[in-house]
């Protein structure tokens, strides 16, 4: 037996008591304006000290990004770029944290809640290891769940590749939704 919710054509195995997404999003890096097409660095929500930042329509936030399509891929729903199109005026410059609202309302809206969350950032610099505590309160207040639902990690890619030459930054996130 499966049940579908008129919000989302998709049907839930109504034995299954969790669901789990992927999220992943890559924005490139440039100099930031007037020098390059760069926004200034964003990362969870935190605001960054970097000459570089991503070239994006949006605020090119890209946990938040992969946050709201890890969300949305757990409830099987259209990505992000279906849901807010970089083609739509509206989004230009866009605090990326209406994505991750979005999302966890949606989810709500069909029955469930944010078990936990985990996203690995790949940026070669700035480190962002002071900033998690900051990224996770952040995100956690967006979501509406303690910050012990979200965790961050940082990574560098090691010099190689153009993440390591730091020409982008790379996001990983795995959610797992529970049954509200
Ligand atoms: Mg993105």
Redesign the pocket.
């Known amino acids: 037996m499966s049940e579908a919710h008129p919000a989302n054509p998709s049907t839930f195995d109504p034995a299954v008591g969790v669901r789990v997404g992927h999220g992943y ?1 890559l ?1 490139r890096l440039e100099p930031l304006a007037p020098k390059g097409a760069g926004r200034a660095l964003v990362v969870g929500g935190v605001r960054l000290d970097s000459d570089c930042g991503p070239v ?1 329509h ?1 605020d ?1 936030d ?1 946990l938040l ?1 992969a946050i709201t399509d890890a969300i949305l891929g757990a409830l099987s729903m259209p990505d ?1 770029g279906q849901l807010f199109p970089d083609t739509d005026p509206r989004h230009a410059g866009e605090d990326s944290s209406v994505y991750v609202v979005e999302a966890a309302r949606r989810a709500k809206e069909l029955g469930w809640r944010i078990g936990n969350l985990d996203a690995t950032v790949i940026l070669e610099r700035p480190k962002i290891g002071p900033h998690k505590m900051a990224m996770r309160e952040r995100i956690a207040r967006m979501l509406g769940v303690d910050v012990g639902s979200v965790n961050v990690k940082g990574k560098t890619h090691e010099g190689v590749g153009a993440l390591g030459e730091g020409r982008a930054i790379e996001v990983h996130v795995v959610a797992m939704l529970v049954r509200a």
Do not use: K, L, T
């Open positions: 999003d924005h994006a949006s090119g890209a990004h992000i």
